[in-house]
């Protein structure tokens, strides 16, 4: 771009060079006869005023435009000073909300199915067995997490160690079905369409290059289980209607981050969130695995709720807030997509420390 200055300069020079020749023109001759008619003179010293006329418009053009441009760049300077302290703000923020996770979840479980038949008639002698109690008396017959309504249990729940659960070799779909939940969380900076995601994809020399090129940017894996997890999982049992739903508490995880991009809540605007409940265990029976993939297939995740970073926010979804769709293996596939901007973000967060989930003590009437 053109420096202005020199040009400016110079216009202004000769401004003022031409209004002191006029000046001195004009003391030198005369501008009219005497008979009021314009002499040559006069004719000269017009074209005099109209070139410095002209000079100064130039020059005050010239000047114009040059502050314009001074402001314009004093403009664009301020921006990318203010990009840039945003961004240092960005990158504080994102070291002061590290991505720490831990999930709590509801998983409804189908209990129709007909190889399930022999522990629920079990269940049932043993609930029925425990209807004329009331209250705290339930505790001591292997239920926890009561829930009071007038003072009747309408909801208890029950660990691997509870004469509900069931019983690991005699029961052994139930038990598999019941004490072990799974989930796969993924994280997706750039949106991919749910048919496109890797456990989409039913051929499996498809699937691994789908999953580099569609490779997620943050991925959590929880699992939770009457073994080895035994404080974070139960088994929920609603009365009535009667049902069951698995139970996971406060599951601490370790995210995997895969691109670097998601290091914190600020990076989760926009982002795009999947969440299967595919189950990668084998059983050492065929034909109770069979049975167990076509139950797991049925699940429902009615809530799920995140416990982000080490200030405890704390983000809540129910059932209506994730769109569902069916994998490649019949497993449910989950999507949730952030909002578009950090405001919103943050207000799908509580900050504060979880308190630990109701179910670890009894509620009152």
């Not at 031409?18 to 006069?42: H, Q």
Request: net charge neutral; glycine share 6%.
């Amino acid at each position: 771009m053109t420096d202005l200055g020199p040009i400016l300069a110079l216009t202004r020079i000769v401004g003022l060079v031409l209004t002191g020749v006029f000046a001195g023109y004009a003391l030198l001759v005369r501008f009219k006869d005497d008979a009021g008619r314009v002499t040559k003179s006069g004719r000269t010293a017009l074209v005099l005023i109209a070139a410095s006329t002209l000079v100064a418009l130039g020059s005050q053009t010239i000047e114009f435009i040059r502050d314009t441009r001074e402001q314009e760049r004093r403009n664009r300077e301020t921006y990318y000073m203010l990009r840039r302290t945003e961004r240092m703000l960005f990158d504080i923020e994102r070291s002061l909300q590290p991505i720490t996770v831990r999930v709590s979840f509801d998983i409804a479980v189908p209990t129709n199915d007909a190889h399930l038949r022999g522990y629920l008639e079990r269940f049932r002698k043993a609930l029925k067995k425990r209807r004329a109690l009331v209250g705290n008396q339930w505790l001591s017959a292997g239920a926890t997490a009561l829930v009071l309504e007038a003072g009747n249990v309408i909801r208890f729940g029950f660990d691997g160690g509870s004469p509900f659960a069931p019983m690991r070799e005699r029961e052994e779909l139930a038990y598999n079905v019941l004490g072990y939940a799974y989930l796969d969380i993924t994280f997706y900076k750039k949106h991919i369409v749910p048919w496109e995601h890797p456990l989409s994809i039913v051929d499996l020399n498809k699937r691994l290059p789908l999953y580099l090129s569609n490779q997620p940017d943050l991925e959590v894996s929880v699992e939770t289980g009457f073994e080895g997890c035994r404080d974070s999982h139960m088994v929920l049992y609603q009365l009535e209607p009667s049902q069951f739903w698995l139970k996971g508490i406060l599951v601490p995880t370790v995210p995997q981050s895969l691109s670097g991009k998601i290091e914190g809540i600020p990076d989760l605007v926009g982002v795009q969130m999947f969440v299967s409940l595919r189950d990668p265990r084998k059983s050492n029976s065929l034909e109770v695995e069979e049975y167990e993939l076509d139950v797991r297939r049925r699940f429902e995740l009615d809530a799920l709720s995140l416990e982000i970073s080490a200030q405890g926010r704390k983000m809540d979804l129910g059932r209506d807030d994730l769109e569902r769709h069916v994998d490649a293996n019949g497993y449910p596939l989950y999507v949730f997509t952030f909002p578009d901007t950090l405001e919103r973000v943050e207000a799908l967060f509580r900050l504060g420390r979880i308190v630990e989930e109701a179910e670890h003590s009894v509620s009152q009437p």
